[in-house]
């Protein structure tokens, strides 16, 4: 019995000071990292993280925090910058240019793909997509590669303008403009990523339509499931992570019959698929045609290139449609400003298709969809970065294995910065001369070394669409409805599904 008692002790004694020292790691980690709120054990800031909002909750912790604070998320240290100064300093430094240790990017997409890969990997594939992006025409300045690619994004806006207006027509003049877009946006991106477009009632391509959508809603990147694995044991996580398994597996399934096709066609006739100018017309063939070069290099397998076929149609997809969403919205219950928008495509177009040459002239325009991009951030919590060697940020010392925080919500609503930021106003981005403006904190597309890849495209498809689709549509609420701006929150920050009054316009000649 003593024996036994002595054991009890000596096993108490350990314990004691086990948590000792692991409490004064903690308290010598904790001091240098920026100040924040306490957490539980365990489940650290999680549960006062809104679920629907939390890029709301982070912003207020911004309030009492400051611009750099740091919270503390189940297993995941987070770093929050609030601030678009720090965000720039951050992101530009190669020791942040790592991906935050989540369940998201580290468990199902396992370091695979382009956004979760990391290091050398990570530069490979990303070089080779920037490159093949500028050949197929996602450039500025004018030329025949960008025409090319223009004229690819002018057949969907004609294709979302005729099916909006037929179901309009059908229905009352009341549609809900998200499937037409998601259809529309859709076979551009499919165009661009695999060289092929689907017609509207494929099966397979309502299939991937569907699993895109409840896979970006089921995990977000603040959700719990990331930080804390043993929530991933309850059964209605449980059934949710099968899903995005099985889903990703049937995915990668229809990739490798669409790579096997494209692949036996390669050798016969090299030049087939080109777009007239010497380069591969879509991204899956230039990925090929690298990997043909360079057989042995561990970067070019069939199973990273279906995640990163996964990822370059997920991230030009679901960004793009939301961001047209939310400026349908927007527009449609703003009149004063939707308007001004008709006013001025009349003014300049007189009724012609707009096209990239006309941006300068169109400030207004490209402001409204600047604004939109400002208001709902599509990536409220920014896209994390994780730290993969200690570094130091304004004074403190951020470990590597730290989640950063890009927190665009913070940045794009910051009453300091933007006048009343609640108020859908365009005109915020236009100088006295109604030149437009390009304010240093708006970063939509975040900064640094992994800036989204995909930002000129964007740009390219997100004002195309805008003026494609106002130039032909009066936008308004349906009678007696009121307009739902807070959108719901997983990887990106979309509205709610919400019919819109959509009548044809009838065009002015100049
Ligand atoms: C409105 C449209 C879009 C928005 C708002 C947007 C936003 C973003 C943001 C915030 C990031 C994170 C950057 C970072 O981690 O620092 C990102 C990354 C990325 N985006 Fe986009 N994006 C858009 C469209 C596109 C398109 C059209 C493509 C197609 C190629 C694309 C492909 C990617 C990829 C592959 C990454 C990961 C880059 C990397 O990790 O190196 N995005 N995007």
Known sequence: MKKFEGQMWLLLALLLAGAALALRLWLRRARDLPPGPWGLPVLGYLPWLDRLRPHETLAALALRYGPIFTVPMGGVTAVVLAEEALVRTALAREACSGRAPLYLTHGLMQGHGLICAEGPMWRDQRRLVAAALKNLGAVRSPGPRRDRLQERVCRGVRAFVQSVTEASRQQDGVVDPHAHLTEAVGNVVNSVVFGRTWAPDDPTWLWLQRIQDEGTKLIGVAGAINFLPFLRLLPQNGRAIRWLKEGQRSQHGLYAELVAEVRSGLGEADDQDDDGCGAPDNLLTAWLRESARRPDSPFYTDRQLHYLLADL????????????????????????????????????????????????????????????QRIRSVTPLGIPHGVVEDTTLDGFRIPKGTMLVP???????????????????????????????????????????????????????????????????????????????EGVCGITLTPKDQALRCVERQLRKK
Request: glycine share 6%; hydrophobic share 45%; aromatic share 10%.
């Open 313 to 372: 149609f997920g991230a030009a997809l679901d960004t793009t449609v939301t961001t047209l969403r939310w400026l349908l919205l927007f527009v449609a219950a703003n009149p004063v400003a939707q308007e001004r928008v008709h006013r001025e495509l009349d003014a300049v177009l007189g009724g012609r298709e707009p096209t990239l040459d006309d941006q300068a002239a169109l400030p207004y325009t490209q402001a409204t969809i600047m604004e939109t």
């Open 407 to 485: 927190l665009q919500w913070a940045i794009h609503m910051d009453p300091q910065r933007w006048d009343r930021p609640d108020e859908f106003r365009p005109e915020r981005f236009l100088a006295e001369d109604e030149t437009l403006l390009r304010p240093d904190g708006f970063i939509p597309f975040q900064t640094g070394k992994r800036m989204c890849v995909g930002d000129e495209w964007a740009r390219m498809m997100l004002f195309l669409f805008s003026a494609g689709m106002l130039q032909r549509l009066q936008l308004s609420l349906p009678d007696g409805v009121e307009a739902d701006l």
